[in-house]
């Protein structure tokens, strides 16, 4: 049984987060969690706390055993994008993107435990 969570609308990129993501993808769940607690990249965090969720939708909704769930899927999708600028000389303006990323984990844990 598959069970998701989403962190939407997080204030990072989405191209570093991927690189968080790619660490985690494939592990047991509680691995993932001390991975990530000793990752020092600010996307750290947010990742920890969408795969803390996950965890516990499963746990909480579907009663699954959190020892026995495995992160089987996690990518980041492009969010909405803020466009600022920034002045420069000669009265010119130099764009600046704020990019801000979808998160998704999905766990996999079996029912029958």
Same mark, same amino acid.
């Given at each position: 049984m598959e069970v998701r969570a989403l962190a939407a609308n997080q204030p990072i990129?989405? !191209?570093?987060v991927r690189l968080i993501l790619d660490r985690i993808r494939g592990l047991p769940a509680g691995e993932a969690v001390s991975v990530l607690e000793?990752?020092?990249q600010?996307?750290?965090k947010i990742v920890l706390k969408a795969v803390k969720s996950a965890v516990a939708n499963a746990e909480n909704n579907f009663n699954l055993n959190?020892? !026995?769930l495995l992160v089987k899927r996690a990518f980041a999708d492009e969010a909405p994008t803020l466009k600022r600028f920034?002045? !420069?000389? !000669?009265g010119r303006a130099e764009p600046r993107m704020k990019r801000s990323a979808h998160i998704e984990i999905v766990v996999e844990g079996d029912e029958g435990f």
């Open positions: 990129s989405p !191209r570093k000793f990752l020092s600010p996307s750290a959190p020892d !026995r920034r002045a !420069r000389s !000669r």
